[in-house]
């Protein structure tokens, strides 16, 4: 099982940035599927997270500002970010809860991607 994150780079304050993150492998099912950020020497927080039924927690963001998305049929999970500034600087990770297909049934296990670079500067 694999976490494939995308979208994260450089933009002004003030500019928009679009994250993306699928999910590959011996997937049986999905629960939770969310996105968690880390600033430099901070801890990793939430910022947004999505269950298998639809429900949708935000962490200490504005939820003005960030909407996540999520699509069950291709085990994807999008965050939309508008209006950055400096304090969204951090290494946003892509996170799922995923059961994997055994023997004996599903096996859960939580599941992060590599992470990726969200930087607001002028």
């Known amino acids: 099982v694999q976490l494939q994150a995308s979208g994260g780079g450089s933009v002004q304050p003030g500019g928009s940035l679009r994250l993306s993150c699928a999910a590959s492998?011996?997937?049986?099912?999905?629960?939770?599927m969310g996105w968690y950020r880390q600033a430099p020497g901070k801890q990793r927080d939430l910022v947004a997270l999505t269950t298998s039924g639809g429900k949708v927690t935000y962490g200490e963001v504005d939820e003005g500002r960030f909407t996540i998305s999520r699509d069950y049929a291709r085990n994807m999970i999008h965050l939309q970010m508008n209006s950055l500034n400096a304090e969204d600087t951090a290494v946003y990770y892509c996170y799922a809860e995923i059961g994997r297909a055994v023997v004996t049934g599903v096996d859960l296990e939580d599941y992060w991607g590599q992470g990726t670079q969200v930087t607001v500067s002028s």
């Open positions: 492998g011996n997937i049986a099912i999905i629960n939770d």
